[in-house]
């Protein structure tokens, strides 16, 4: 098979940073779980874009949390509720420098990208759309970036617009600019596509969304894990995220919101913390981010997601980008290689997501095959129906990279699916 060569590994991780390279062998050390065998098979994960393994370091802050200051946060003068406290607003200072939000109320927790985007939909969408307006998403949305926006437009009688992707699985650029015109209220888009690993131009869209006045929501459940984000840079109004897809907590997530926006949103679920009095017949809400946060939140997931972000920066974002392109390349050009193979999703600016079909082999039966040889991969339609619909399949199989993917795990894939032609013929 016509694939590069392995690269000599750096002895040591500094060496490893001084040659400015992501050295996995030495990373994978961080992850317990990496050591379990699957079916008497080493574990090969590159199931990466569903849920991302946790490195040691979360592990312990959250255990840390549990045994040494488990407390309610905002609430007790007692210590461990001034330490738990002091944890939490330390987490979201911590997504706020990572994001480079201007100020730390800029960021609510969630419980993911899910609950972020339905956020944004249920305050700022019910309160600012309404019969005439129009919420334009794109074909390549995640579930979870186009069920919220039905919802609201039913409730409020704005119109749901989609931009078409090409056959590459790319946006279509002159689309988009036509979709949008000042009847345009919400862009909401994803950063990263799950489905195909398309990287969408966020950048140039703010520009076009603030053109016409509308706002920009960015689903960036598969965009943190992979690249430095700077919200100010890409000049989002609002960024949604999940802990579990960048090595953190599962449960926990968080919204970046402009603060001038989430000042003018009014609250979402009631309870607790969102509070500044109640009284029977009415209540005053706090402040963002607080009006946004009601009730206990997830505050070992908080401490966890900041463990998390601080391990993913010590290795250095730009070191993670740069690793799982070279995976992918390598990947591509492995996959390339096997018979009757398809790869889904091909844009030229793309993450590391290798989604594909095989003929005459259905993605659900590649998945156990390579799942007996110890390879975790996802299969079905990936919560992305209106992909599969536009390239005519009914699920794909997907392998997702991850820091601690290797060469290795991608010839072990390889060998997988070389297999799985042998049974399928
Ligand atoms: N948006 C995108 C682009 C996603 O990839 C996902 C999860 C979500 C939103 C939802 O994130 P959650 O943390 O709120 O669930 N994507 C996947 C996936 O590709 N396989 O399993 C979950």
Known sequence: MAVPKQKSQPASRQEAQAADVLDASHVRADFPILDRDIHGKKLVYLDNAASTQKPRAVIDAVKHYYERYNSNVHRGVHHLSQEATFAYEGARKRVQ?????????????????????????????????????????????????????????????ATLKAVPIDEHGALVMDELERLLTEKTKIVALGHISNSLGTINPIQKIAAMAHAVSAVLVVDGAQGLPHARVDVRELDADFYAFSGHKVYGPTGIGGLYGRRELLDAMPPWQGGGDMILTVAIDRSTYNDPPFRFEAGTPNIAGAIGLAAALDYVDSLGYERVAAHEAELLAYGTAALEQIEDLRLIGTAPEKAGVLSFVMDGAHPHDVGTILDQEGIAIRTGHHCAQPVMEHFCVPATARASIGIYNTREDIDALVRGLRKVREVFG
């Open 97 to 157: 420098a990572l994001l480079n939000a201007e100020d730390d109320s800029e960021i609510i927790f969630t419980r993911g990208t899910t609950e972020a985007i339905n956020l944004v939909a249920q305050t700022y969408g019910r309160a600012n759309l309404g019969p005439g307006d129009e919420v334009l998403i794109s074909v390549m949305e995640h579930h979870s970036n186009i069920v919220p926006w039905q919802l609201v437009c039913e409730q409020t009688g």
